[in-house]
């Protein structure tokens, strides 16, 4: 089924139309000319069953006893086939919030994942005769694509390269337009953007997850501290021997070397020792 566009007539002349046939009929009526006074009462009747009313962004499907006659899209005031049947359809532009799934990531741990879909209705004849009630379909749709997104890929990455949910939502996003926009085409609606509201671990792991975060912040902080410090350590020697402040032998080098990242490298302040001897 595929949308196409009504036959259609202007409104306000067939008011004007209608009026003249009704008038006209009753004026017969009067002057004993009963049936045809009766017939155009009656075709008047007939074809103000015809006039529809359209709204901006809203847009009226046409059958006539059974068959799909097509779409009326432009507002205002229309004549279109009498005896027709009328299905309202609007063309606004509509949000849909799922609610907070509960689903496991590709590497099985439960979290908890909601989005939200903005789409449209393009295709009216899809949207009425392809499937049954259009916006739950949307709705059932949309969460089926956005557990397999969630299921596709991990919440977190620590160690490994590649897409996380948390880390890179703009591609996760897309990927679920993606998806949804082919599940829902068979409707004739258009998905015009989808994002993620809601993203956390699911309740019964989520105080260890904390704890492995905290834990990968300490060490990937501890990496940066130990290298700062070993710049810091290699100018200072350098800085030394090239000055000729000091000579210092390879055991007084290590020495120096392993007091100066205990200063640097320890989350504690350092107390320093004074040594008034020699090594030896």
């Not at 155009?40 to 059958?63: E, R």
């Not at 055991?251 to 008034?276: C, F, G, W, Y």
Request: proline fraction near 2%; charged fraction near 20%; avoid cysteine.
């Amino acid at each position: 089924m595929k949308e196409k566009k009504a036959w259609v007539f202007n409104g306000y002349l067939a008011l004007i139309v209608i009026l003249a046939l009704l008038v006209g009929g009753t004026a017969l009526l009067t002057q004993a000319k009963i049936l045809l006074g009766i017939i155009l009462i009656v075709l008047g009747i007939l074809l103000s069953t015809g006039v529809v009313v359209v709204q901006p962004n809203k847009s009226y499907v046409i059958t006539f006893f059974g068959s799909y006659i097509g779409t009326i899209r432009d507002p205002g005031l229309w004549l279109t086939i009498p005896l027709s049947m009328r299905k309202s359809v609007s063309l606004r532009v509509r949000n849909f919030n799922s609610k907070t799934l509960k689903v496991n990531d590709v590497e099985g741990n439960p979290i908890e994942i909601a989005a939200v879909i903005v789409f449209r209705v393009v295709d009216t004849a899809k949207a009425i005769f392809d499937v049954d009630r259009y916006e739950q379909f949307v709705e059932i749709q949309s969460e089926t694509a956005l557990r397999h997104v969630a299921s596709s890929y991990p919440y977190d990455n620590f160690q490994t390269e590649g897409y996380s949910l948390r880390g890179n939502s703009e591609e996760v996003a897309k990927q679920l337009t993606l998806e949804l926009q082919e599940r829902l085409k068979v409707a004739g609606v258009e998905v015009m953007e989808a994002r993620i509201t809601h993203l956390a671990y699911a309740t019964e792991i989520a105080g260890a997850m904390l704890q492995r975060q905290q834990a990968n912040a300490i060490l990937g902080a501890r990496q940066i501290i130990v290298e700062g410090a070993m710049g810091m350590v290699q100018m200072a020697v350098e800085r030394l021997e090239k000055d000729n402040v000091v000579q210092l032998d390879e055991e007084r080098k290590a020495a120096m070397i392993n007091n100066l990242l205990v200063a640097i490298v320890s989350d504690r302040q350092a107390q320093p020792v004074i040594n008034t001897g020699t090594l030896y």
